[in-house]
């Protein structure tokens, strides 16, 4: 019954069709009063929260009702929470806070499944009702099993081939280098062997000679023979890697 007007006020019932005929159970009835502005209300008649978690649920009333006993109730077992607060399990408790003005504070910690149901904010002798509905919580073994397929199948492949890419970078690095190194030599052979005083100049710088010397015989005259006694020093070539270094 949405909209309800001041005319709706009354008394209602139940009425079953059996076989065509409407039959009426007087006993079961319902006293509906409209009022202009409610004495007992509730923010939100339906609340979620998942296993595990809490949920709050906040109940109006009037002035008038200010004195009056405040309870959170169950409609399934009538079982009523007052002021305070009450373990209701090892894991889930009902705390009732109330500001003494115009309303009170419900919060439920510790949520179970089995904590789905109907309850009502109770002021007195009036209700406010509430439906509260608790799903499964996400439980940290799927996400466990989602992060550890994310680090193998994602992770480790991205840094083996970050890796790959590294050292084939370094390798290719060294190769280019070294061929850059031989063409340099190749040019400067080429470039001396073309001109031949330069050549003869670095090649005299990197050669060492000795005199030689002609001992005659006792006639100073006498023209020097193949007899005559001719001693030689030795001849020094630099090695060649002094040749290259100076280049």
Known sequence: MRNLQYEDTGTYWCVVEIGGIFQLDENEQLHLTVQSAPDVSVVSSSVSGHEGGDISVQCFYSSGYKDKLKQWCRYEDQSCYTVGRTNTSQNSSVQISDDGRRSFTVLMTGLRLTDSGWYFCSVGDLQAPAQLNVSEAVTTEGFARNRHFLYLEVWIPAFVLLMVIIVS?????????????????????????????????????????????????????????????VTYSSVHKVKTTKYLSKI
């Open 169 to 229: 970078a370094v390798i290719l690095r060294k190769k280019h280098n070294g061929n850059e190194h031989v063409t340099k030599v190749n040019r400067v052979g080429a470039s001396d062997t073309g001109n031949g005083a330069s050549t003869s100049s670095v090649l005299a710088e990197n050669v060492t000679y000795t005199s030689v010397i002609v001992q005659p015989k006792t006639k100073a005259s006498s023209p020097v023979s193949v007899e005559d006694e």
